[in-house]
């Protein structure tokens, strides 16, 4: 979808004569159906105007197409502005401009990271702008027909009219960002520069012929992308299927060739800790990918995506897959079965309404079954761990069945974990008391448990173990509050009795904390390692389970503050208090079972007394 789409000629005239802001509000509100906001509104009458500027030079072809508002296909993500036309020898080209009113920003020490005030708010962190226009031609590259079938040449560039060169945004730390997607900033020679890279490239008009293909084209991945992902994947012994497994992959990807518009298809997979959901949901997305459907992997938590997404890029960059995955938020505003299929990993944490306030949407699970012709789903009720989280069993089946989907449900029941110790997972149930079994005890021979007396010797436990290969961590429940996110210098994690001291997972490793080097000296918590995997994981529990007269029993008032998972209990026990005690009963004691499942050979835990 291209909101506005113009020649050259037009465009000037409707900024010259119509207010090119109205005119882009009336065409927005027809073709997205609602209101502009007034960031929005603002940005396209300065921003536009200044790109008119760039415009008036007669070099550029009055028959140049011009889009504004380009709508990413199967993603919320809108492109500012785009020429459109042929290089000399014909080859069809379109320039992609990434507008910014920005006048300052300071650098991150993340990868194509930078810290801006976005949309007149404060200053907070997102892509640097050519990070920005790059991966959007990325994606465009890889799933517009019309393009890879074409040909045609995507140049992307930055222009942030208000902004001094004051080192910052053209930072050596932005290099490879910069010479993939110039920035061009305020300043007459600026202005020069912009129209030099947009002549160099757009030599001769075509009337907007090619912005309508692009706009009408197929959406399907490139050979190029499913070749790259494929062979990623391909004698990788972490996502061999075994077992159960196979059976699962093979009914899904049978049930997502029949599905249709008339006739959805949803699967339900039951699996509990390490059955291989995860493998199970990255070979799906691959092959489905791979056989020409529009998949993405879908998580409400951004660690498992950011890790998979990782190990699946290779030599392609993240961005260039980056539309493979997608946060649970994210399909609120979706149109249906714009999606051939959607593969919804840890599914159990999905959320009622989705944006930042939790004010966006109206069912996650509606929406994700709404978006796609076939959708999947991967869930375990017993990883339930935050008082929003509303993705049972149960809950799929209703949204299914009313929005007259078939439904198939499944079960993965192979043990990979923890040493494949099924009687270490039933143990963990009695042991935290969230079920009684027969299992008082496992078969220690198999899988590496070990109760640590101190905080300081599980740590030094799991550094031993991680110095192999780098697949071993230590996590805790969230019962500190991350003083560290604020100042890099505190400890977050103060145990005075032993002299342990640690900080939260470091801001700059985000979702990538567990496989980040050198990250073994900090501390992960549920949000940073649910739906992944270690070889050992040291787990300290907190303050909000403790065993009084030999049970486990649960406070959450010792929860830290900053922890959102059970954020706003205290009202919801005035209102409902039985019931709000068994939720944050269950969500304790799960992400306890979640915490001490990690591990694939063993487990060191340290409990404190108080």
């Keep these: 979808m291209i909101v506005y789409q113009a020649t050259k000629s037009t465009f000037l005239h409707d900024t010259d004569h119509a207010q090119i802001e109205n005119v882009i509000e009336r065409e927005f509100v027809q073709r997205v159906g609602r209101y502009a906001s007034q960031s929005e509104f603002k940005s396209w009458r300065y921003s536009l105007a200044a790109m008119a500027r760039v415009l008036r030079d007669g070099e550029i072809p009055d028959d140049v197409g011009v889009g504004v508002e380009f709508g990413i296909p199967q993603s919320s993500k809108r492109i500012d502005f785009v020429l459109s036309g042929k290089a000399d020898d014909d ?26 005030n976005r949309g007149g708010h404060a200053e907070i962190e997102g892509p640097h702008p050519s990070y920005q226009a790059w991966s959007y031609a990325a994606l465009l590259n890889g799933f517009n027909e019309a393009i890879y079938e074409s040909g045609t040449e995507l140049r992307p560039c930055a222009y942030l009219h208000n902004y001094k060169d004051d080192g910052v945004i053209r930072d050596a730390r932005y290099a490879a960002y910069l010479d993939k997607a110039p920035v061009f900033l305020d300043g007459a020679d600026e202005l020069a520069k912009l129209r030099k890279f947009i002549k160099q490239h757009v030599r001769k008009g075509d009337n907007g012929e090619l912005l309508y293909s692009i ?18 994947l391909k004698g990788n012994q972490e996502f061999v299927l075994v077992d159960d497994q196979k059976v699962v992959y093979e009914t899904c990807l049978a049930k997502a060739a029949q599905a249709s518009d008339d006739r959805k298809q949803v699967v339900i997979i039951k699996g509990g800790p390490g059955t291989g959901k995860s493998v199970v949901a990255i070979n799906l997305l691959v092959e489905l990918t791979k056989r020409g459907q529009v998949t993405q992997y879908v998580s409400k938590n951004a660690a498992p995506r950011a890790v998979y997404k990782q190990k699946l890029a290779g030599h392609l960059r993240q961005a260039e897959i980056g539309n493979l995955f997608a946060g649970s938020g994210n399909f609120h505003g979706s149109q249906p079965n714009v999606f051939d299929a959607l593969v919804v990993d840890e599914a159990h944490r999905l959320n009622e309404k989705s944006g930042l306030y939790g004010n966006l949407g109206q069912n996650q699970v509606m929406e994700l079954i709404r978006s796609a012709r076939c959708t999947v789903f991967f869930s375990d009720d017993d990883q339930i761990v935050t008082l929003s989280d509303i993705g049972r069993i149960a809950e799929l089946k209703h949204w299914a069945q009313a929005m007259g989907a078939h439904v198939t449900e499944l079960e993965l029941t192979s043990q990979f974990r923890c040493a494949g110790s099924d009687g270490y997972v039933a143990w963990l149930d009695n042991f935290l008391g969230i079920r009684e079994t027969a299992n008082t005890d496992f078969d220690r021979d198999s899988f590496d448990f070990r109760m640590v007396d101190s905080p300081v010797e599980l740590h030094d436990l799991i550094r031993e173990k991680n110095e192999r290969d780098n697949k071993a961590r230590v996590v805790a429940g969230y019962c500190w509050d991350w003083q560290s996110k604020k100042d890099p210098k505190a400890w977050d994690i103060e145990i005075a009795e032993f002299g342990y001291k640690a900080q939260w997972n470091l801001d700059k490793d985000g979702s990538l904390w567990i496989v980040a080097p050198d990250s073994v000296e900090q501390v992960g918590c549920i949000h940073t390692c649910q739906g992944l995997e270690l070889d050992y994981v040291g787990v300290i529990i907190g303050p909000d389970l403790r065993w009084i007269d030999g049970k486990a029993t649960v406070f959450p008032e010792s929860r830290s503050v900053m922890d959102r998972s059970i954020r706003g209990y205290r009202k919801l026990l005035k209102e409902d208090p039985d019931g709000t005690r068994k939720k944050l009963e269950v969500i304790v004691r799960n992400t306890y079972r979640t915490l001490m499942s990690r591990g694939m050979k063993g487990c060191y835990v340290h409990i404190m007394s108080k």
């Design 91 to 116: 080859t069809p080209h379109i320039v992609i401009v990434e507008l910014k009113q920005w006048s300052n920003s300071r650098v991150s020490e993340k990868d194509g990271i930078i810290v801006a």
């Design 215 to 232: 706009e009408n084209g197929r959406i399907r991945p490139s050979k190029m992308l499913t070749d790259s992902i494929a062979k990623m």
